[in-house]
């Protein structure tokens, strides 16, 4: 079947298959490797992205759900060479080890903010369940989190 | 992992959706948001031949004040209902316990229909369904009909729903002046609750649904027979397992739960003010 995306403001089309995972066609057809698999379960929030401005898990949608929506990436966050404040602010507070689950902690990250400009530690905590780094790095992440929404206030 | 293949058919309004029903009868699996589906797709324990894709039906998706009771969209999503105004001032219970569906991602996808149909007696919303005694609106070849919550669940992820019928809306009672609680345990965040319990306490009665302490959510009859004679919270909730079948996985064998469905009704009562 023919799908057309927009990702990080470009339009792509190509026929696949129904049973295409986002998260594949994004990495896989369009050749965006930001966007990780870790669990490949719903679990992990290594895979999410931006549908329509939204966090969601893309391995646990289908391609074709995604159809004429409007997603974004990480590699569309930043403006050219100038990093995405949370992307900045990811980067000063060290918020990240092995960096595999930064993508889309990242992103996770930038949906939390946007619905909550202003959250708490315990909301930036509850805010990025759906999101896990395996070297357990949370506190700076928390940090670097709660270091860019003030940034941006 | 991969789904098996199948067809993909995207229904522009309910008449679509349920034609497509009609013509590949059992073959066939309504696709909402996939939070439930998709996974099980991806694990192969599901494997459509067709799917109907309905997450486009817009006019599926609204919270309105109905008078005596709300009238939610069945492809209302979570964060619609967490974040809905209209939800929180009048049953509250459901805004608290949808909060705790999945995480955000989840419930930025994940629908109120979706979840319900699926009948999971793990998920936290049917357990809400049943202590607000709800009705779900059902749309057939026949026409509409009214099931009461009590009726919906008949077996392990199945419902009363028919091979060619469309959950259409979901009815909650307005409970403005119902107190109510909420509890949810388990060992990681963003997990399935090991048991969860939904309790909702107003002038003239109180309702108690159970999360993953049967093969089907169920209503704690005893607790709510207590309380209807007086009881305590204490004493009510000595009796949430009574006439539960408790599940037994590699997070709790079916003693635990039953302690666990006591002790979280207990709170749950005394977080309603009982």
Known sequence: MEVTVTINGDSHSHDVEPRTLLVHYIRDVVGLTGTNIGCDTSSCGACTIHVNGESVKSCTMLAAQADGQDLLTIEGLADGDVLHPMQESFRQCHALQCGYCTPGMVMAAVSLLDENPSPTEREVRIGLEGNLCRCTGYHNIVKAVLHCAEAQS | MIPAAFDYVRAGSAEEALAALAEHGDEAKLLAGGHSLLPLMKLRLATP??????????????????????????????????????????????????????????????????????????????SVLLAMRATLVVQGPGGQREIAVDDFFTGFLETALGDDELLTEIRVPKMPDATWGFQKFNRRAQDWAIVGVSAVVGHASAGVGLVNMDSIPVRATGVEAALAGGASAADAAAAAAEGTNPPSDLNAGPEYREHLARVLTRRALEAAGR
């Open chain 2, 49 to 126: 031949a067709v799917l109907v894709d309905i997450g486009r039906l817009s006019d599926l998706s609204y919270i309105n004040d109905a008078g005596d009771h709300l009238a939610i969209g069945a492809l209302t999503r979570h964060r619609d209902v967490e974040t809905s105004e209209l939800v929180r001032s009048q049953a509250g219970l459901l805004a608290e316990a949808t909060s705790h569906v999945g995480d955000p991602q989840v419930r930025h996808r994940g629908t109120i229909g979706g979840s319900v149909a699926h009948g999971d007696p793990a998920s936290d919303l049917p």
